[in-house]
T-cell receptor
Framework: GENVEQHPSTLSVQEGDSAVIKCTYSDSASNYFPWYKQELGKGPQLIID?????GEKKDQRIAVTLNKTAKHFSLHITETQPEDSAVYFCAASNENSGAGSYQLTFGKGTKLSVIP | ETGVTQSPTHLIKTRGQQVTLRCSSQSGHNTVSWYQQALGQGPQFIFQYYREEENGRGNFPPRFSGLQFPNYSSELNVNALELDDSALYLCASSLDRENYGYTFGSGTRLTVV
């Protein structure tokens, strides 16, 4: 099955700096890669996703890049703000898994702290 | 439009007992997935329900079972609770089984003592 590795496990940045979180996946058939933000006491919230037919996607201060050959994808947050502090998870899935379920395999998470 | 609601928010059970967790999917969503999130870990897929049928299962033993009702709400049942079952249980709904626009609930924190 799919295995997703995520680094770093913790990340501290000064407000206004950029933050980068990296993930690698093992299953070359995976073609959907979402990123989730989880705040304390809440469920994960989808912040951005990318499909394998796209190399990069951007939404305001957040961007995701995908390298299918190397099987890795990254989350970039620019101009970080204190409210960006949370745990971020990457995930991978295969949308074309046939009759099977479209399960997400998550990384272990990155705790991002933005220091004011 | 309401989001995904889960109940209860917290509960404590004794090893060997049985527990039922409940989830109301977001309006218009017919697919519900359940995930287990151990402390400090990413969520792990338990199973998915699509139009009242189980639509795939992760690497969890049969004592983890579920149901989906005609209104697309869902239950997760765990029998013979073990200490390692202590975790946050997350329910996520999506528009259909091929749409990854998952909306997660805030979860049920289960502690087994």
């Amino acid at each position: 099955g799919e295995n997703v590795e995520q680094h770093p496990s913790t990340l501290s940045v000064q407000e206004g700096d950029s933050a980068v979180i990296k993930c690698t996946y093992s299953d070359s058939a995976s073609n959907y890669f979402p990123w989730y933000k989880q705040e304390l006491g809440k469920g994960p919230q989808l912040i951005i996703d990318i499909r394998s037919n796209v190399g990069e996607k951007k939404d305001q201060r957040i961007a995701v890049t995908l390298n299918k050959t190397a099987k890795h994808f990254s989350l970039h947050i620019t101009e970080t703000q204190p409210e960006d502090s949370a745990v971020y998870f990457c995930a991978a899935s295969n949308e074309n898994s046939g009759a099977g379920s479209y399960q997400l395999t998550f990384g272990k998470g990155t705790k991002l702290s933005v220091i004011p | 439009e309401t989001g995904v609601t889960q109940s209860p928010t917290h509960l404590i059970k004794t090893r060997g007992q049985q527990v039922t967790l409940r989830c109301s999917s977001q309006s218009g969503h017919n697919t519900v997935s359940w995930y287990q999130q151990a402390l400090g870990q990413g969520p792990q897929f338990i199973f998915q329900y699509y139009r009242e049928e189980e639509n795939g299962r992760g690497n969890f033993p049969p004592r983890f079972s579920g149901l989906q009702f005609p209104n697309y709400s869902s239950e997760l049942n765990v029998n013979a609770l073990e200490l390692d079952d202590s975790a946050l249980y997350l329910c996520a709904s999506s528009l259909d089984r091929e749409n990854y626009g998952y909306t997660f609930g805030s979860g049920t924190r289960l502690t087994v003592v």
